[in-house]
């Protein structure tokens, strides 16, 4: 696991970039604190660096950039590939006898050279890849340059197209160097950055679903998908290797092997993850998944070392104190736990910097416990942890799983009904948690079926939204629906799935790359330590998709085939406890400890400096959630972490 970035410019450029390159090296270096370098081809129009986190292959013989021997190819490689040894014994008969060493890089790269020697297209090696991954590949021979991402879009890879080329990175900070002075002077400045359609996407959702990010000039490239970039510029726009079978009709499964099933591929995924050559540890919440994966990685490590958060202080309706439940697991496995202890008020603090380090404003304190177990975890001199992300949004685990199943009693009603039902609880007050999702459920009680799955994902509604930004920004955005990328996912689905399975294959595809995997990766990754997700295994992913609706969500009791393939490894009260949050009380904050805090980052100096809020708007909304008479917390949020961004990515310029 690691950090890497780069540039590929056109050949009549005349800029060197050697020095820009060490910037943005070290820029990135947190990712990778173990060694370092960069590689510049012979005219400096190619430049790769990388930052690296040694856990497979410690010794320098895992050192990149790594270079094939007959020198064609040059690769930086962030993540893992689980299943490297099998397909260096795949090389080995086909003529790949001799190695350096025992890195999963240097499989990689043998696997892509074997792939241009024979003719194959890319995509047919990057298909036997079982792991988590960001790629860029330098092609010598033919000029081109590769960036790909692994299929669910678990590591992170964004790029920039310059006049004068294109540059890339793990993060969006490290890619600012890369960028030259007269075409950062020329663009990246807010008045031609800032991407008004994706800012609007961001607040509407509180995060960004697709390959957009706050700024015009910097996109991510997709999961599962790949760019090839020729002579300094992007040939290939889009180009999947991987799509989830969403359109191949598959035979549903029975109970029982819906149950063992689930059992046989999750640990498979989980034994497969344990690969490495230092210590693993793992998060445990004492929830459902974390707990599900501990579960199984202590058949084959009995001494994982595990870790937990406190935050002490004030609890919030909705979420629950996990610290019982994760004792109670641990002791019941008989593995170690180590808690971090934090307090409510220290842990708020932290926010600012958090918008910084996640590249993307995202309207979440969740990723604050990420890197404080992230950081406990390095100090054990633990480099890798195990999470349970991603349980949820294939098993189906979400409050919305289960608000989708109920609709069929109450769809039927005439429209214009279901309209008067959404105004009424519209006006329900939103202090409650049970009220806030009652009244989530029937927002958009009217809308078609894809819209209200749609709808589901939104945090605030357009209307409400219009009311919050400036007569110019509201031009800016141009009509342009906030869900389009959603929609146009949905489109392409086939009719004959059911709403639980188009809303399945939104959580994979938007809320679980552009929300949880975005910030498990960079919050972990600023300490150093890799994640590794068991659930995200595509093999575990492509079982699932096989079983029927009625056994991952039953009545009231979501993620039903999983806590039954663990009824047998977990306590009943671990696998059948209410389901909560991780996060944190950041409606409390706001009110108490953040309020000086969230009106001094959104003064009336600073948002008319702006330009995308109404300051009379929002000093409203801030008045009305102190006095509870509304719930903005995460609205708040959502516009204060894009001022930040503002101020630290646009305002502040690296170079």
């Not at 081809?41 to 986190?53: P, T, W, Y």
């Not at 959702?205 to 697709?210: D, I, N, R, S, V």
């Not at 600073?606 to 509870?628: A, C, P, W």
Request: glycine letters at 6%; charged letters at 25%.
């Amino acid at each position: 696991m690691c950090g890497i970035s780069g540039y590929f410019l056109e050949s009549n450029a005349s800029i060197k970039f050697e020095p820009d390159l060490e910037c943005s090296l070290e820029l990135i270096s947190h990712r990778g604190p173990d060694d370092k370098d960069i590689y510049l081809s012979s005219d400096q129009k190619v430049g790769l660096a990388h930052s690296r986190l040694s856990i497979i292959d410690v010794s320098k013989n895992g050192h990149q950039p790594m270079q094939s021997s007959d020198r064609k190819l040059t690769i930086v490689f962030n993540g893992e590939i689980y299943n490297y040894k099998e397909l260096k014994d795949f090389l080995y008969k086909n003529g790949y006898e001799k190695w350096d060493g025992d890195s999963d890089t240097e499989v990689i790269l043998n696997m892509f050279h074997y792939a241009f020697n024979n003719g194959f297209e890319i995509e047919k090696i990057l298909s036997r890849f079982k792991g988590i991954f960001a790629i860029a590949l330098w092609n010598s021979f033919d000029n081109e340059l590769f960036l790909i991402r692994d299929a669910l879009g678990i590591k992170p890879l964004y790029f920039c197209e310059m006049q004068i080329g294109v540059s890339f990175s793990s993060e969006i900070k490290a890619i600012l160097p890369l960028i030259n002075k007269e075409f950062f002077d020329e663009y990246i400045n807010f008045n031609n950055s800032l991407d008004a359609e994706n800012i609007n996407r961001y607040l509407t959702f509180l995060w960004c679903p697709g390959i957009g990010t706050p700024s015009k000039k910097f996109k991510k490239i997709g999961p599962g998908e790949y760019l090839k970039i020729k002579n300094g510029k992007v040939e290939t726009k889009v180009k999947w290797y991987y799509l989830p079978s969403f359109n191949v009709k598959t035979k549903k499964l029975n109970k029982l092997d819906s149950v063992t099933g689930t059992y046989k591929y999750l640990k498979e995924a989980v034994n497969r993850q344990l690969i490495s050559d230092v210590p693993v540890g793992a998060f445990l919440s004492g929830g459902l998944d974390s707990s599900s994966i501990v579960a199984l990685a202590s058949q084959k490590l009995p001494q994982i070392n595990c870790f937990t958060i406190k935050v002490n202080g004030h609890f919030e309706e909705g979420f629950i104190n996990d610290l019982p439940y994760a004792k109670k697991v641990a002791n019941h496995l008989n593995v170690s736990l180590d808690i971090v202890e934090v307090e409510s008020s220290k842990l708020a603090s932290g926010l600012e910097e958090m918008v910084w380090q996640l590249d993307e404003p995202l309207a979440d304190v969740a990723p604050l416990n990420v890197l404080l177990i992230s950081r406990l975890a390095r100090e054990k001199g633990i480099k890798v942890l195990l999470s349970g992300a991603g349980g949820d949004d294939i098993f189906s685990g979400y409050n919305r799983h289960l608000s989708l199943g109920f609709e069929k009693y109450w769809t039927w009603l005439p429209k214009q009904v279901l309209t008067h039902l959404e105004e009424l609880t519209s006006n329900i007050p939103a202090e409650k948690y049970f009220l806030r999702n009652l009244r989530k459920v029937f927002s958009g009680a009217s809308l078609e079926l894809d819209q209200r799955i749609i709808n589901y994902f939104k945090w605030i509604q357009n209307r409400n939204l219009e009311n919050l930004y400036t007569d110019n920004f509201i031009k800016q955005i141009n009509n342009v629906k906030a869900e389009s990328p959603i929609q146009n996912f949905l489109n392409q689905l086939p009719n004959s799935l059911s709403p639980l399975e188009k809303m399945l294959a939104l959580e994979q595809r938007f809320f679980l790359t552009d929300h949880n995997l975005t910030y498990t990766d960079k919050m972990s990754m600023r300490e150093g330590v890799e994640v590794r997700v068991p659930f995200l295994d595509t093999d575990l992913i492509e079982f699932v998709r096989k079983i029927p609706d009625k056994y991952k969500v039953r009545g009231l009791e979501s993620k039903w085939v999983l806590k039954k393939a663990m009824e047998p490894y977990l306590p009943k009260e671990i696998i059948y406890r209410p389901k909560t949050g991780f996060g944190g009380p950041l409606r409390h904050w706001l009110r108490f400890e953040l309020n000086d805090w969230i009106n001094d980052t959104l003064s009336e100096e600073r948002l008319k400096k702006r330009g995308i809020f109404n300051h009379l708007k929002v000093k409203n909304l801030i008045q009305q959630n102190k006095e509870g008479s509304i719930d903005a917390s995460y609205i708040l949020l959502s516009i204060a972490s894009i001022e930040i961004w503002c101020q630290k990515f646009i305002d502040s310029k690296i170079t």
